[in-house]
């Protein structure tokens, strides 16, 4: 066929998820991606990872670096107060399109910002643009390759407080090397390992969440 795998996981879900809930949204995605093919998204095992730590946080400020088609955009952001800023960043203006489409599906528009672009261009210009102070909250799972450059830019950038929390998808599989030996021996940073699989098999892969202390 001439459709893209995101144009069919769209697809998944106008088909099978009901418009206005998250959930199903959520539902829908993992079947299609467990079930007919599979998809690069955080998934159900790990999701639910994220989701406890979304929930413990509370947030009121997030940054997700990597959208792809808006999965865990949606799971993050259908845990989040009213209020809260919730920044994504995808590079792929076909990955973005998809993205807007599964998130307006899912009622979340207006909890979301979805920012086109690359991260190293756009974390330095974060602050002034979308008059964000610090974030608490910042989802890495983008190229595995700057999760480290990015972790020490926004560093430089100030967008870092003490108890901001960094959580990093897919430190084991694909592996983010010289992110884990930063982060974990660093003493800037308090980090732990949440064992898991990469989604939708029963390879091992987790997540790590290190905390900022300044
Ligand atoms: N977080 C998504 C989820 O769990 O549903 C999956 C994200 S996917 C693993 C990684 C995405 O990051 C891809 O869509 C890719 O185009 C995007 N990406 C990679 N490097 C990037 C960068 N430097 N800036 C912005 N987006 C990037
Ligand atoms: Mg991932």
Not at 3 to 11: A, I, K, M, N, V
Not at 61 to 71: D, I, K, M, S
Not at 101 to 107: L, R
Not at 155 to 182: F, H, Q
Request: charged share 25%; hydrophobic share 35%; glycine share 8%.
């Amino acid at each position: 066929t001439q459709s893209t795998r995101p144009q069919r996981l769209l697809s998944a879900v106008q088909k099978n998820a009901t418009r206005g809930d998250p959930c199903s949204v959520v539902r829908a995605i993992d079947d299609f991606c467990r079930h007919k093919e599979w998809a690069m998204n955080v998934g159900d095992e790990k999701g639910c990872i994220l989701d406890s730590v979304v929930s413990e946080m509370n947030p009121a400020a997030v940054l997700e670096l990597g959208t792809y088609c808006g999965y865990s955009t949606v799971r993050i952001a259908r845990l989040l107060p009213p209020d809260a800023k919730f920044i994504t960043l995808e590079f792929n203006p076909g990955f973005a399109a998809i993205a807007r489409q599964v998130i307006a599906w899912a009622g979340l528009e207006e909890k979301v910002q979805l920012v086109e672009g690359a991260s190293g261009d756009w974390i330095p210009k974060i602050k002034e643009q979308f008059g964000i102070k610090t974030f608490d909250l910042v989802f890495l799972d983008h190229w595995k390759d700057r999760y480290l450059p990015d972790t020490k830019l926004m560093e430089e950038c100030g967008l870092l407080r003490k108890g901001s929390v960094l959580l990093a998808d897919n430190v084991i599989c694909p592996g983010t090397p010289d992110y884990l030996e930063y982060i974990r021996s660093s003493p800037k940073y308090e980090s732990r390992y949440f064992k898991s699989h990469l989604e939708y098999t029963k390879v091992e892969d987790g997540l790590e969440k290190s905390i900022f202390l300044g």
